[in-house]
């Protein structure tokens, strides 16, 4: 979890937050609650609905289901891309498998 900026640690002192946010990026949107500022606007949607799900607002809670929604499709075509990919390298590593044995299948 990422410390608030304007709370002070055990010591006494302020933290701030880890970012993932690059140098030679912008910042696409900051957490209004912990102050994380995010690359991209999915990222910080999806962070806002699950670290902060008992704070945030109604357009905060469809935002972050929007942004579930879209990672959910996403992932399932790269697991589509995965496998088609483990199924092409099985069928060359077959076939080359068939040539060296040198009968073919020709």
Do not use: N, Q
């Not at 949107?29 to 008992?54: I, K, N, Q, T």
């Not at 499709?73 to 790269?78: I, K």
């Amino acid at each position: 979890m990422f410390p608030d900026a304007d709370r002070g640690d055990a010591r006494g002192t302020v933290t701030t937050p880890e970012t993932a946010v690059r140098a030679d990026e912008t910042v696409a949107a900051v957490c209004p609650y912990c102050r994380r500022p995010f690359a991209e606007r999915e990222a910080h949607d999806l962070h806002v609905g699950e670290r902060h799900a008992e704070a945030c607002s109604a357009v905060e809670r469809d935002a972050y289901a929007a942004a579930r929604e879209a990672e959910r499709d996403a992932l399932f075509y790269f697991h589509l891309r995965v496998v088609a990919a483990i199924g092409v390298l099985y069928t060359i590593t077959v076939l080359l498998y068939m040539i060296a044995l040198g009968g073919g299948f020709l």
